[in-house]
């Protein structure tokens, strides 16, 4: 196989370790396959390495950002409200928040704000009803 980066003849065949580092934390990958190029390092993962990448670099992500969907529905419960009842004090759609805690959509940096800082004083929210 040709290397697809500078054009050297030979890929060797190599078993190695990736680490991934995003935002102050970093994933080690054990045993990844790829061929690699000996002359200006470019690398092609098989399949199977690709695919556990792939993962992991999701995973990282999300550990990183952090569970938004999930922070949502905690606060909702702490909170004592359903889907329906949160997403009608923020002026927001019945589904909305059904769509937040299930990963499907993320939830606008506003929306976010705002159930922190409800979180915090939960108190505000009888205000947010007569607003
Ligand atoms: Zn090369």
Not at 18 to 34: A, I, K, V, W
Not at 57 to 79: E, F, H, Y
Request: aromatic share 6%; charged share 25%.
């Amino acid at each position: 196989m040709k290397c697809p980066a500078c054009g050297h003849a030979e890929m060797a065949s190599k078993i190695l370790d990736e680490t991934l580092s995003y935002g102050g934390q970093s994933l080690t990958l054990h045993g990844m396959r790829g061929e690699f190029c000996p002359v200006c390092g470019e690398g092609i993962w098989d399949a199977e390495s690709y695919r556990r990448y792939a993962e992991a670099q999701t995973a990282l992500l999300r550990s990183v950002k952090g569970d938004v969907g999930g922070a949502s529905r905690r606060i909702r419960k702490g909170l004592n409200l359903t889907q329906s009842q949160l997403a009608g004090a923020f002026g927001v759609g019945k589904a909305a928040f059904s769509r937040y805690e299930r990963g499907e959509t993320r939830p606008p940096a506003p929306v976010v704000k705002l159930l922190k800082l409800l979180e915090r004083h939960p108190d505000l929210l009888k205000e947010m009803d007569s607003v």
